[in-house]
């Protein structure tokens, strides 16, 4: 049975919220690199999955996204 596009929006923004979680739990963490990586796997899963549901705009607005935080994480964390 295929997925309704209600039901591939919804595990898309799930996927979306854990990343930005790990996003800012990265502030607090002892280990921020491992938060990044939580951050990195969230994304590429809801890129993917927004991809292969064919919410290209969603794909192309989380990829941005994620570049965002690979900057920021480079400025502000690469020396931890």
């Known amino acids: 049975m295929a997925s309704s596009d209600e039901d591939n929006r919804k595990e898309v923004a799930k996927f ?15 280990s921020p690199a491992a938060r990044y990586s939580d951050l990195k796997d969230c994304f590429a899963i809801a890129i993917g999955l927004a ?3 064919g919410l290209h705009d969603n ?7 994620l570049d ?8 502000q964390f690469a020396g931890f």
């Open 16 to 30: 979306e919220a854990l990343a930005e979680t790990a996003y800012t739990e990265m502030y607090d963490a002892r």
């Open 51 to 53: 991809g292969r549901a």
């Open 59 to 65: 794909a192309r607005r989380l990829n941005a996204r």
């Open 68 to 75: 965002h935080c690979k900057k920021v994480y480079r400025s």
